[in-house]
């Protein structure tokens, strides 16, 4: 308690310095945005990788030769424990973002043991390395609400019971329990955010919204003619990833560390998506959606809602985009997405674009890796 009041006290003098890790994911890449404006010095840690991962932060890289980058990027990984060791002592952050993830349910029935060593494992080598290193930073856990799996109750809070559905689940409640354990063994600065589904048009293209808006942009322009789906009628509260990173930011700034779910507490149909999506260009999505039962997931999580009056009470955190708005705007950044991909032509929005003739080498099935194996 009084070396955290200390901590805040000396915030407010000196540069403060944050790591996340994901930084170059969806939330990541938000993250480092939203803490790079307020005057953060912003450390990233990146895995290896044989093509470029980059592009969701490459609008912030900063030449690592500019005398004094606020945004840099670190080789590391969450399976490596040397690795976070080695860079927790050199950067001594004030605050830690764990981000980093095999972040999708249903590849985390493919790769599950994975999933637990990555999503699950990776949090407690990251905890130890603070312990290890001698350093207090605040420290954020990215929980989500797929740990609520088959609801307890309706809407979900912050004491509704876990009863998770897929290995990623699992793998989240092992480091929801690591972080609150931390807390109360070692006075840690730990806090879960509980975020429900959040999207934006950086948003990985194998989740059902971006494939969705990808697959209604692609079929409006002509590059693509059907678009392969799973379970049409589970329902998630999705909000929008821009508003969910502030929550973030703002459970570390508290007094006292605490856990926060992060919800809209609205909740729509895969098909309310799909209505949105395509009216967008107008077209009925009825006319080209095909059920593929390759997508569906062995145990499925039929309904997520939240509650989060604790973080509209406490962090005064409010979701500012409304579903509608959100779709509609994945829906636009699709189009110029794609537009600019394949031909960087503007304007083809019409009845027939690229003339009709473009035959593309590519179906709305690859958008998503599938496993032989799956039911
Ligand atoms: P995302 O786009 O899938 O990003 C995941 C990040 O983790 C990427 O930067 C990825 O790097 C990195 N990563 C994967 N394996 C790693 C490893 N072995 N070591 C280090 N980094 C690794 O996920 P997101 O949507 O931004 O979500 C951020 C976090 O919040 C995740 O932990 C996710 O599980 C959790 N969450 C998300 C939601 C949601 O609706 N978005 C809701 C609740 C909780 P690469 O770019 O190299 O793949
Ligand atoms: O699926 C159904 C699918 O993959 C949503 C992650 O960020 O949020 C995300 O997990 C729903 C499921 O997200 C397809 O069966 C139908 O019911 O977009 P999703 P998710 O599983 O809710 C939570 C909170 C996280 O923490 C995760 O990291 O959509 N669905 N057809 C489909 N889903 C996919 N992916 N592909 C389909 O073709």
């Known amino acids: 308690m009084n070396r955290r009041k200390k901590q805040s006290k000396k915030e407010t003098t000196r540069e403060r310095v944050a790591l996340i890790t994901g930084i170059t994911g969806q939330d990541g890449s938000y993250l480092a945005e939203f803490l ?34 606020r945004l840099q990027l670190v080789y590391g990984d969450l399976n490596d424990a040397s690795s976070l060791n080695k860079i927790l002592r050199s950067i001594r952050p ?54 609520f799996g088959k609801v307890q109750a309706i809407p979900q809070n912050e004491t509704t019971p ?8 699992v793998a989240k409640v092992y480091s929801y329990w690591i972080t609150v354990n931390y807390r109360e063994s070692y006075n840690m600065f730990a806090c879960n955010g509980i975020l429900f589904n959040h999207e934006s048009p950086r948003r990985g293209e194998t989740f059902v919204s971006r494939k969705i808006t990808k697959g209604a942009a692609r079929i409006k322009l002509g590059i693509q003619q059907e678009l392969f789906l799973g379970n049409l009628e589970s329902r998630r509260d999705w909000g929008f990833a821009g508003d969910y990173v502030e929550a973030m930011w703002l459970m570390l700034q508290q007094e006292e560390p605490e856990d926060f779910v992060i919800a809209t507490g609205k909740h ?27 997508y569906y997931r062995p145990a499925e999580v039929d309904l997520l809602v939240g509650d989060s009056g604790k973080a509209r009470k406490k962090l005064g955190w409010e979701p500012r985009i409304s579903f509608n708005d959100l779709i509609r705007m994945m829906v636009k950044a699709d189009l110029e997405e794609e537009i600019q991909k394949n031909h960087g032509t503007q304007g083809l929005l019409g009845d027939k674009p690229f003339g009709g003739k473009w035959v593309p080498a590519y179906s709305g099935a690859e958008l998503e890796s599938v496993s032989p194996f799956s039911r």
């Open 36 to 69: 790079l404006q307020k005057g953060y010095r912003v450390f990233g840690l990146m895995r290896r990788s044989s093509s470029f991962n980059t592009a969701r932060i490459n609008h912030l890289y900063q030449d690592p030769h500019d005398p004094d980058p």
């Open 94 to 147: 004030d605050e830690i973002y764990n981000l980093g993830a095999q972040s999708h349910v249903r590849v985390s029935f493919d790769v599950p043991e994975y999933t637990a060593e990555i999503t699950g494992v990776g949090t407690l080598r990251l905890l130890e390395a603070i312990r290890d290193s001698g350093i207090h930073p605040k420290f954020y856990q990215a929980s989500s609400s797929e740990m």
């Open 162 to 169: 876990f009863y998770p559905r897929s290995p990623y689940g």
């Open 268 to 294: 729509y149909s895969i098909t309310d998506l799909l209505d949105i999506a395509f009216e967008e260009v107008s077209l009925n999505w009825k006319d080209y959606v095909r059920i593929d039962s390759r």
